[in-house]
């Protein structure tokens, strides 16, 4: 594993914040950390360019530091930040080392590490707030770019048949691996790809990544959804929500709900 790159932006307003996380994903930045007025963001060494940054929408006369992490030092980052997060009575996801939470119907350990989705960003919660109105029971569920695995998790323990989760990054891989096992998931195939092609249908469909790989998968998505099936979306900002609409519509989707957090974006559609 490589070192990574750790840009502070401070000071920054919770709307600032949220677009800057939109946009650092889309150049490769993996990892991020929210505070009242800052925001801390992470990319593998390799993948930096500075050059990039200032091309951003919207990043004139915002200020941040960069400095270097040691990879081996990455899991101390983490842990020194990452609170437990409750999803009203629903949900808890926390660590190891927290105590545990009983005041929920579902509780789930994870180690973050360089993955995407523990329930704080807003785009996480609000998968997890829909997941709650869907039934799961001996349902077919395909997780599309999992992350930390915590859907995939969430979808078995609501009762899922079986999950087909992907991802196509090895570390993403590596931790919802072990975050599956430390969970004792059963019925979860964890499988490396690029992108939502494959066999067979699936009863629900998670996709919590951003605008553009939706889009760039969607009519796959859509052929792999059953009759009556629902596909939930999201990774997406409000200000996407014309251009996911009209795809949706294209694919003869229909929105079922909608969830709105933080200027973020969840959407459940179906047939």
Known sequence: MSDYIQLIFQPVTSQQSEQLIAELNEIGFEGFEEADDCLKAFIPEGDFDEGKIKNIPGSEGLAYTKSVIKETNWNQVWESNFDPVVVD????V????HEPVSSVEQEIMITPKMSFGTGHHATTFMMMQQMRGIPFTNKKVFDFGTGTGVLAILAARLGA???LAIDNDDWSIANAGENIENNKSAGIRLEKADD?????RFDIILANINKNVILANLRVLANRLIPGGQLVLSGLLVADEPDILAALQEQGLRVISRRERHNWLCLSASY
């Open 161 to 163: 048949a079986e999950v």
């Open 94 to 97: 926390r660590a190891s080392f």
């Open 89 to 92: 009575d629903f949900v808890a």
């Open 196 to 200: 939502a092609t494959g066999e067979g």
